[in-house]
Each structure stands twice: as structure tokens, then as C-alpha cells.
């Protein structure tokens, strides 16, 4: 019994081929019940943050307002986590029942199946077939499972839960990017040290945000890359992860300690394997690689720097497949530190939409190399050797603009006009770049004011989903203008939901108006 148990496992991309499959990620839409609201002190920032954590039932729709999904969580305040506890329910379309699930605080007890079908949500498969007169429930969970890491940062899956997402991948198709790099990372003369991760003496687990010394000879130079332990990695069972563009969270730097300097005027061959998260909904061109004297300790001046490889791709679109950069680099002598991370402005970073939840690109990295050459035809590029920068960016002509938000005083108010979310999320969207540079701005020239961020909605909705939505999207806001240096103490962030409209929710045009971000001068 056992044995056949894994058959239908090893099978699975079969039946997957055979039965009706539901992708939850993409059918799920809307989601509305109760949170439990935890405030605590981060580590990293020193900033007091709030989280909301599911409690109770919750009910999850599709776009058309079809119920999907029906399931209770039970939260827990000390780990700032929800787990489900009692039962699940997933629907079809139709509204017919097709899966029931006991967990007991986050365990599963008992499935129920009710029609053959795949049942596809986050990392989890669930194939129900019939056999023998009955229908069975069989789990398949990708090995790349790592607790307090998946919800936040990265939800890679094996090839075959991303099945759906290999149309995006063949309509953004880059074959080049799928290229064998020319050297393997274990080579004696690869300069890069710990090139695949393998030596972490004091990490059995996964990790997220580590820290110096935990992943031998690579320094965090920023808060905060990730450590993944999983045989899904490129090789071995050790590779990182960084995100390169974010409106809401840090971007990610790596360092690693070359073994020895480099030689002046030398040529090196430098390569690494990229693969975009799951969760990410854009791709990114940011990515970019600097080589130093001395290591870089301050984040300032690792924006400040300029790379000397830079992907000027549009697009690094694989979920399901490693992507190769590789280029020359031409040593200006004593080199002992390299840098990988995203060194574009904000306003510079040209992005491609992609299936996803989170609106960020975050990469997984593993098998670096450089290696030294003797002729430049030994080494392949699909990275730019030599960087060329716009002489004039949207980010410079924010720094002179004086007069967007006039001459605040007291009691201002003002709308945020083009800062974007999609339906029913609370995370900005790159259109929304322009005008919060320009709030950020206006907040350097003038530093004695302080700020009262306010989000609202229209009356479509239940009432509380409303006012939770629009307290995410005013922190948001708040999020954003911190990262960019401005002191949490000069933005205070509160959701307004639907009690302050400023149109009429009868007419659509008016619902548009009430959905909006505003801020008020204290």
C-alpha cells in the first residue's frame, strides 16, 4: 500500500494532465473576516509594527463574487502567526462542495473529497481520485517548505504547481537566460567564496533575514537576504534570496570576500543563477553586481555606487526554470569584495507585470563563479560590461521640484492623486513611484512638519474589511516614506473606510473618488 502510495505521487503530473484542475492563488480575489491586531517592536528597524492576524471565519471569493473558499483560523499573539484550526471548505465555481479538511491548530486531521479534482493553493497540491469505488485525497507539498519564510518572502514550487504559470514564462520567453554557465562553481579557481552556499556552520534550518557569519564568507550589507536550506536549490541544498524591487520593504544586498585580490587589468568570467519567487508580481531589471577594495558597510553607499555588470534586461520572468547571467569583468587591481543587489533608483527600474500576489521581485541566488580568463571569447556575456545611465531621470527632476505640494501649513489636507493598489490589496504598485518620491521630498524641505496619513473606500463592502483595507493601504504610505529615511515619528498612519466620502457611492465615478490616500499637515 505504501508503494502505491508514492506511485501516485511520482504519477501526479499525469493525472494533472487528466482531471479538472483549480488554482486557488489566481481564483481567490477577495477575502473577508476578523482580524486580531498584535503590536510589537521590530529587531531589525527598532520600529513599532502592527500585525493582523486572521481569527475566525473567513470566507474567500473570485472575481465575480462566486464563494471559493470557507475556513477558520485560529491566531497565536507570541509568534505573530494564524494557523488554521477546525474545518476548510473548498467550492467550485457552482458553488458545490468539493473538499473538506479538519485541521486542529494547524494540523490536518481528515479530508473529505466529493469530486475527482486538483486542488492546487500555495505550495500545496491536493489530488483527489477514485479508486477502488472511493475518493481518495493525496498531498503532494513541495520539499521547498520553510516555516516564517513562505508568507513573507518567497513561495517557490516544484515545475509542476506552477503548471499554470508556464504560458507567462513562453510569452516572455528569453532562451538566452537559460544558458549553461561556462564554469561550474566548484572549480579550484573560483574566487568567489562558499560559492553554493554549503557552509553554514550555524544553520541547520532554513533562515530568514540572516545575519553576519551565519552563511560563511557572505555578509548581509542591509536587512535583510534569506537563507534557504532545500534540495530545490540550483545545487547542493544551500542558496539565498534578495529582493531588488519593493515599495514597501527593504531592498536586499549580499557581499562575499573573494579568496584573493585581483589582478590589475586581468579578465574574469563572472556568473550566478537566478530564479524569480512565486509570489512575485514583477520582474525586475535592477539586478546588478559591484566589485570593491574594501567591503561596503553602509547602505547609502551601496545605492551610491555604480555596478560594474548590470542586467539591462526588462524582464527576469522564470519561476519554474534557473536563469544564467554571466559577463566579463576587466580587474582594476586589488579587488577582495564583490556585491550583488539591485543599484537602480527607484524611478530607473523598468518592470514586467506577472502573474503574482506580491507586488515586488525577489530572486533566489546560487552557483556564483569567477574565474579567471585569458581572452574575452572565453566567456559569453548576457550582462552589460559597462552600465549606461539616462542623463537626466524622473528621480533627479524630483530633487529640484519645490512646488508640487505648494507651501504646507497646519491643517492642510491633500489627495494623493496616481497612488495605486489593485483591487482589494494594500500593496502599492510602481505607477504610485512619482507622487510618493514627490511627498518624500516635500517632507525633506520642510523637516519641522509632521504628517497624519489617512486611507479610505468607497461603501462596496463589508464595512470592517473596509476599514482594515484602508488602514494597510495608509501604512503603506507610512511604510515607504520610512524606508525612503524619513523618521516614523513625522507620519502617523490611520484607516478612515468608508466615513469620510467626499462623493456620492451611488455612481462608480464616485466610488472612485472615496477610494483614495490622503494626507493632513499636523
Known amino acids: 500500500m505504501l508503494r502505491y502510495f508514492f506511485a501516485t505521487i511520482l504519477l501526479f503530473p499525469l493525472y494533472a494532465l487528466a482531471q479538472d484542475t483549480l488554482f486557488y492563488d489566481t481564483l481567490i480575489r477577495s477575502e473577508y473576516g476578523d482580524y486580531l491586531t498584535v503590536t510589537s517592536v521590530s529587531e531589525v528597524t527598532g520600529l513599532e509594527e502592527e500585525y493582523c492576524l486572521k481569527k475566525g471565519t473567513w470566507d474567500y471569493y473570485g472575481v465575480g463574487g462566486e464563494l471559493y473558499k470557507r475556513s477558520r483560523h485560529k491566531p497565536n499573539e507570541r509568534s505573530k502567526s494564524t494557523v488554521y484550526d477546525g474545518l476548510t471548505t473548498y467550492y467550485d465555481s457552482e458553488g458545490e462542495r468539493l473538499l473538506e479538511v479538519v485541521y486542529s491548530n494547524g494540523e490536518v486531521q481528515e479530508y473529505l473529497g466529493f469530486r475527482e479534482v486538483i486542488i492546487i493553493e ?46 507567462t514564462e513562453e510569452r516572455l520567453a528569453s532562451p538566452h537566460l537559460l544558458d549553461t554557465a561556462k564554469y561550474w562553481p566548484n572549480r579550484d579557481d573560483n574566487l568567489i567564496s562558499n560559492p553554493m552556499f554549503e557552509d553554514h556552520p550555524k544553520l541547520s534550518t532554513s533562515k530568514a533575514s540572516v545575519r553576519d557569519g551565519e552563511v560563511k564568507h557572505w555578509t548581509p550589507i542591509s536587512p535583510t537576504p534569506d537563507f534557504y536550506y532545500s534540495e530545490d536549490c540550483k545545487s547542493g541544498t544551500g542558496c539565498m534570496g534578495f529582493r531588488v524591487y519593493s515599495l514597501m520593504k527593504d531592498i536586499e ?20 543563477y537566478v530564479k524569480l519567487a512565486n509570489q512575485c508580481a514583477y520582474t525586475s531589471n535592477g539586478l546588478g553586481v559591484h566589485f570593491s577594495k574594501k567591503p561596503i558597510e553602509d547602505l547609502d553607499e551601496v545605492i551610491g555606487k555604480q555596478p560594474n555588470l548590470l542586467l539591462n534586461e526588462n524582464y527576469l520572468p522564470y519561476k519554474t526554470k ?47 563563479s569567477l574565474v579567471p580568463i585569458s581572452d574575452s571569447t572565453e566567456c559569453k556575456c548576457n550582462l552589460d560590461i559597462e552600465p549606461v545611465y539616462p542623463p537626466a531621470t524622473v528621480y533627479d527632476t524630483l530633487k529640484q521640484d519645490t512646488g508640487f505640494f505648494g507651501n504646507p501649513s497646519s491643517g492642510d489636507k491633500l489627495v494623493l492623486e496616481n497612488v495605486y493598489f489593485d483591487n482589494d490589496k494594500a500593496e ?4 504610485s513611484i512619482e507622487t510618493l518620491l514627490r511627498l518624500r521630498n516635500m517632507l525633506y524641505r520642510y523637516p519641522e512638519i509632521e504628517l497624519i496619513i489617512s486611507g479610505h473606500t468607497s461603501s462596496v463592502g463589508d464595512y470592517d474589511h473596509n476599514m482594515q483595507l484602508s488602514w494597510k493601504r495608509a501604512k503603506a504610505v507610512r511604510s515607504f516614506l520610512i524606508l525612503q529615511g524619513i523618521s516614523p515619528d513625522r507620519v502617523r498612519s490611520e484607516g478612515k473606510g468608508t466615513d469620510n466620502p467626499i462623493a456620492s457611492n451611488n455612481t462608480p465615478e464616485g466610488q472612485a473618488r472615496n477610494r483614495r490616500v490622503e494626507v493632513e499637515v499636523k
Open 428 to 431: 502599492l504598485l510602481p505607477e
Open 253 to 272: 544586498y549580499l557581499q562575499n570576500k573573494l579568496t584573493s585580490k585581483l589582478k590589475k587589468d586581468s579578465l574574469y568570467c563572472f556568473s550566478l
Open 322 to 368: 534557473w536563469m544564467m547571467l554571466q559577463c566579463r569583468y576587466r580587474a582594476t587591481g586589488n579587488e577582495k569584495y564583490v556585491t550583488i543587489g539591485s543599484f537602480k533608483k527607484l524611478s530607473d527600474i523598468a518592470l514586467t507585470s506577472v502573474n503574482g500576489q506580491s507586488a515586488e521581485a525577489y530572486y533566489v541566488i546560487d552557483d556564483v
Open 122 to 167: 500555495g505550495p500545496i497540491m491536493l489530488n483527489i481520485v477514485k479508486q477502488y469505488g472511493e475518493l481518495k485525497v493525496f498531498e503532494h507539498t513541495n520539499r521547498f517548505k520553510i516555516p516564517k519564510i513562505v508568507s513573507e518572502y518567497t513561495n517557490l514550487r516544484a515545475s509542476n504547481e506552477l503548471r499554470y504559470y508556464e504560458s
